[in-house]
C-alpha cells in the first residue's frame, strides 16, 4: 500500500461493521514518502525514535493529540498524533503503540508517513507541516449497501454532518459526534462523527471537514455508511451507533 512521495490516496474500499471489532494492528490504510530500504539519514533513526516515543507517550495524557519535533538543524523531523475523540486513554495508548510499531515495519526511514487505525493515527515529515490542511494523504472507505430512501436519506445526512463540522471547529477538542432522524417517521437514524487534528486554526479545521464532506457524493453516494479520511481531518457516517 505504500506509495511516494505522499501522493493522494483516492482509493474506494469496501467497510463493513465486522471493521470495527478488527484487531487493533490491522491499519486502515497506510502511505509511506519513497519506496525502498534507503539506508537513513544521519541522525534520522534516533531523531524518527524519539519523536515516535514523544508522541506514543504524551498522546494519551494529552486529551489524546500531541505534535512534536526531534532533531537539529542539519535533519528535523516533525510529527503528529491523534486518537479519535471518544476513545478511553487507555484505547488511546493501545493504538498508538501499535500504529508506532507498525509504521516503522511499514515505511522504513521513509522521508514522511502516515498511518491510520479505526482509533488513531500517527504522521510524520522532513518539513514542518503543522498548521496546513493536509490535502494529500487521502482515502475513502464506504459501504456496500445503499439506502432504500435516497431522497430523504442523503439531504438528512449532509445536513448533519454540516452541523458536526460547526460544532467541531468551535470546540477545543476539534471533535463532535451526533445523529438525526431520517424522514418524519423516524425510523432510520443517521450517526456521524467529524475530527481535525488540533494544529490546525477552528477556520482551517471547519474547511477541511467541509471538503470531506463535499467529497461524500463521489465517496460513498446513497451508500448506508462511509468516510472521508485524511491527514487533517476525517468524518464518518452510519446508520448505527459506532462511537461511544
Do not use: H
Not at 478511553?88 to 522504513?108: E, F, M, N, P, V
Amino acid at each position: 500500500m505504500a506509495n511516494s512521495k505522499l501522493f493522494c490516496i483516492l482509493l474506494p474500499l469496501l467497510f463493513i461493521a465486522a471493521m470495527q471489532t478488527a484487531m487493533a494492528a490491522d491499519p486502515l490504510f497506510y502511505n509511506c514518502s519513497r519506496f525502498g530500504n534507503i539506508p537513513p539519514k544521519f541522525g534520522q533513526e534516533s531523531n524518527l525514535k524519539r519523536l515516535l516515543d514523544n508522541l506514543t507517550s504524551t498522546t494519551p495524557i494529552n486529551g489524546g493529540f500531541s505534535s512534536a519535533s526531534a532533531g537539529q538543524i542539519n535533519y528535523i523531523i516533525y510529527g503528529l498524533a491523534l486518537c479519535r475523540g471518544d476513545v478511553s486513554t487507555t484505547d488511546c495508548r493501545s493504538c498508538l503503540a501499535d500504529a508506532r510499531t507498525r509504521i516503522r515495519q511499514l515505511c522504513g526511514y521513509a522521508d514522511g508517513a502516515i498511518i491510520w487505525y479505526d482509533n488513531c493515527l500517527i504522521k510524520y515529515a522532513e518539513y514542518n507541516f503543522f498548521g496546513k490542511i493536509d490535502n494529500v494523504n487521502k482515502f475513502y472507505l464506504s459501504n456496500t449497501e445503499p439506502v432504500s430512501n435516497p431522497n430523504v436519506f442523503i439531504p438528512t445526512r449532509n445536513q448533519l454532518m454540516r452541523q458536526l463540522a460547526a460544532k467541531a471547529a468551535g470546540q477545543n477538542s476539534f471533535y463532535a459526534a451526533g445523529d438525526a432522524n431520517v424522514g418524519s417517521a423516524g425510523s432510520m437514524k443517521v450517526y456521524g462523527l467529524v475530527q481535525c487534528t488540533r494544529d490546525l486554526s477552528g477556520e482551517d479545521c471547519r474547511n477541511c471537514l467541509n471538503g470531506a464532506i463535499a467529497e461524500l457524493p463521489q465517496c460513498c453516494g446513497p451508500q448506508q455508511g462511509g468516510r472521508v479520511v485524511g491527514g487533517s481531518c476525517s468524518v464518518r457516517y452510519e446508520i448505527y451507533g459506532f462511537y461511544n
